[in-house]
């Protein structure tokens, strides 16, 4: 059934009793073209556009869970491309424009709001590297504006410009086509998209192994039997390693924990996305009115997808300082997803030794935005066996040759990133 | 909350101490002439464990030593926890 403003009408007038689930429960067969370990955002995102783009209707999504609930579920959903080195701006600034175009595309209302994403600066020095990097945005082509003080004020009436604060705020650059989206639509709006291209979505089916034989990959092993197929894709970030050693291979890869909280729901106070580098905090406001905050990495490896006190405590101490106004509100949730941190910050599109195996990780804390072209560049990569242009630069092999992607340079210090 | 038990300080949080990355991982024993692919290994990639994994801590805010603790990357149990001490290299230079 395709959605639309009839298709409403007629279910609300006839009770909503008539609504097909959006995809089928699909049961595995003994074999595809191509198989999809990881049922989150990308992996559901690379069957769609194999199926799209290039024709490849046999192919498996395979989740041990259910979809969209890992990271997928858990980011704070914020979607730009102010990225300094040319690789990464070109490849998110294609995120972000087939982000502008997706609800459509789907069919899907995925509630994209570019509401605009600001970065706050508290010192000279932050403001030289700020107006650096969003004059080097302007040059490859994405849009960025560097803010005054009293544009700041116009723009965020409650945000704290006292000039006796610990880091008094001097300025800031915007986004202003950068925004959130809903990030469970985005996994429900791929996988029915999917679903109608033929694609099988198996949900409960957890990879316990792989077949691999002679340096080629022939299947995998789940926990709902064998399936054959010669391209297998992993699209588990987070769990990379995991995965990865299965098939026995070692990754660039540290797995590490990052935390958000919200606050109970409130009047709309917030139009845009706050991020601040000095108080290592950022800070929107849901459409249901919670505050969402979020901050750095837990900062030591972890697989548990449960944070520390420490951490909620500094990220609350910097929203407090940037709002006073929701000192007195009360959490509601806090929770923590498990990154893939990679060793230079940057991700992992690529082939790996092993025949007809493909990775997609590395993703660090950014995977969210990037959904729409990590799976356009994936599926590219199954379909053809050869890099997408746009994914050149996030080949395995960097690290061996020395061509490392880091926006920061902290060196192979993941949890630092 | 980690509680890391120092070997002079006794059982501190996590507060104290400054995270020093894997500590499995050593530069490769030839030093400069070992190879570029021991090199890329000792550099970036890692064993990542789900589970025991040894990492180094400093103690900034009490001994001011490093430590090695083994803990459990995913119930976050400490397993074990010993002071550093660099090991006398071979030629006898520090």
């Given at each position: 059934m395709r959605y639309s403003l009839l298709s409403l009408v007629r279910n609300a007038l006839s009770g909503h009793r008539h609504w097909r689930p959006a995809w089928r429960d699909a049961a595995p067969k003994p074999a595809y073209d191509v198989v999809i370990v990881g049922g989150g955002g990308h992996g559901l995102a690379t069957a769609y556009y194999l199926a799209r783009?290039?024709?490849?209707?046999?192919v498996a999504v395979l989740e041990k869970?259910?979809?969209?609930?890992?990271n997928t579920g858990r980011n704070t959903t914020i979607i730009r491309s102010?990225?300094?080195?040319p690789a990464n701006a070109h490849f998110y600034e294609h995120a972000l424009k087939l982000w502008e175009g997706l609800s459509r595309e789907l069919n899907y209302?995925?509630?994209?709001?570019?509401r605009g994403v600001v970065n706050l600066f508290h010192s000279p020095a932050e403001r030289e590297g700020w107006t650096r990097r969003y004059n080097m945005m302007r040059l490859n082509g994405t849009d960025a504006e560097v803010l005054t003080r009293e544009r700041l004020a116009a723009m965020l009436p409650e945000l704290s410009l006292d000039?006796?604060?610990?880091?008094?705020?001097l300025g800031g650059v915007i986004q202003p086509r950068g925004g959130v989206a809903r990030h469970d639509a985005v996994a429900w709006g791929y996988a029915r998209a999917a679903d109608r291209l033929g694609v099988d979505i198996i949900q409960n089916c957890e990879v316990t192994g792989f077949e691999i034989g002679n340096g080629r990959i022939a299947g995998v092993e789940t926990t709902r039997g064998a399936i054959r197929a010669g391209r297998v894709g992993l699209c588990v970030a987070g769990h990379s390693g995991t995965l990865a050693r299965l098939a026995g291979l070692r990754l660039p890869i540290e797995t590490h924990l990052l935390q958000a909280v919200v606050t109970e729901p409130v009047k709309p106070f917030l139009s845009r996305v706050v991020s601040s580098g000095a108080l290592r905090v950022y800070v929107s406001q849901t459409a249901k009115g919670e505050v969402l905050i979020g901050g750095p990495l837990d900062g030591y490896n972890s697989y548990s997808q449960r944070g520390a006190w420490p951490t909620v405590e500094r990220i609350l101490a910097g929203a407090a300082e940037l709002y006073?106004?929701?000192?007195r509100l009360r959490l509601m949730r806090q929770w923590a997803g498990v990154m893939d941190m990679s060793m230079d910050g940057s991700p992992i599109i690529s082939a790996t030794p092993v025949g007809g195996l493909f990775l997609n990780g590395g993703?660090?804390?950014?995977g969210f935005k990037a959904t729409p072209a990590a799976g356009w560049c994936m599926a590219h990569l199954l379909a053809t066996g050869a890099t997408h242009d746009l994914g050149?630069?996030?080949?395995?092999d960097r690290f061996r040759t020395g061509h490392i992607l880091t926006e920061?340079?902290?060196?192979?210090?993941p949890h630092l990133h | 909350m980690l509680l890391l038990p120092c070997p002079f300080c006794g059982a501190r949080a996590e507060t104290e101490f400054v995270f020093g990355g894997d500590g499995s991982v050593a530069p490769p024993?030839?030093?400069?002439?070992?190879s570029d692919a021991a090199w890329t290994e000792a550099l970036y990639f890692r064993?990542?464990?789900?589970g025991a994994h040894r990492e180094l801590w400093f103690h900034r805010h009490g001994c001011r030593r490093w430590i090695a603790v083994e803990r459990?990357?995913?119930?976050?149990?400490?397993?074990r926890a010993e002071l550093l001490v660099p090991s006398a290299r071979k030629d006898g230079q520090a």
């Open positions: 783009l290039h024709g490849i209707g046999r869970g259910w979809i969209g609930g890992g102010n990225y300094f080195l209302n995925i509630m994209f709001s570019q000039p006796g604060a610990r880091y008094p705020v006073p106004r929701i000192r993703w660090c804390y950014g050149r630069a996030f080949a395995l920061r340079g902290e060196g192979p210090q | 024993p030839e030093g400069e002439n070992a064993d990542n464990p789900r459990d990357t995913v119930s976050h149990a400490i397993l």
